[in-house]
């Protein structure tokens, strides 16, 4: 059971991670048919995880993937803002003493509105579930989602050569993989 779910976890995170590397793209990258043919087997088996973990039925297996449809692209739409939001930050703050401070508000106020966004976000999402996941399905697979994404900032610290992410870390690094 314990290799299925780290099946299912390195799956998601794959899957949810393709935004990212498709923005990174670094040179050795499989060419885009035959990741597209690895994206979809690994959907097709995180599907079948998923659903045995969660004791979901083929209606409520289709439902989620509308759902994940669905919110997928507002998912990236935000990742993508906030990536940039953090960049044009970042670059201000190590300006030190010459930063355009009134440029730094605007930027943590952008920052605290895609939070914002990605909250609503989230409870849209769990709305959508309610209509055929009992509480203790939504639980469990905000669960999942949860460990994926701890997966993906440990992964990205490690090809970082920065070792996993450290919880309570409040530097600029960018968060935005930690999406509802």
Avoid: C, W
């Avoid at 995180?46 to 045995?52: G, I, N, P, Y």
């Amino acid at each position: 059971m314990r290799v299925r779910r780290m099946l299912m976890l390195v799956g998601v995170t794959i899957i949810g991670a393709a935004p990212a590397v498709e923005a990174q793209k670094p040179a050795g990258e499989p060419p885009p048919a035959r990741r597209q043919a690895l994206e979809q087997r690994v959907r097709q088996r995180t599907a079948a995880v998923v659903q045995e973990q969660l004791g979901l039925n083929a209606e409520q297996m289709r439902r989620l993937g509308e759902v994940n449809r669905e919110m997928e692209g507002q998912r990236r739409l935000l990742h993508q803002q906030e990536r940039e939001i953090r960049v044009g930050l970042r670059a201000e703050v190590m300006r030190g003493d010459s930063a355009n401070q009134d440029r730094v508000a605007r930027y943590v106020d952008q920052l605290i509105d895609v939070q914002r966004r990605r909250i609503e976000l989230l409870s849209r999402e769990q709305r959508a579930l309610a209509a055929f996941m009992t509480p203790t399905q939504r639980a469990q697979y905000l669960a999942i989602q949860d460990q994926v994404r701890r997966r993906m900032e440990d992964m990205r610290g490690r090809r970082r050569g920065s070792g996993p992410a450290r919880r309570g870390d409040t530097s600029m690094r960018d968060t935005s993989a930690r999406r509802p």
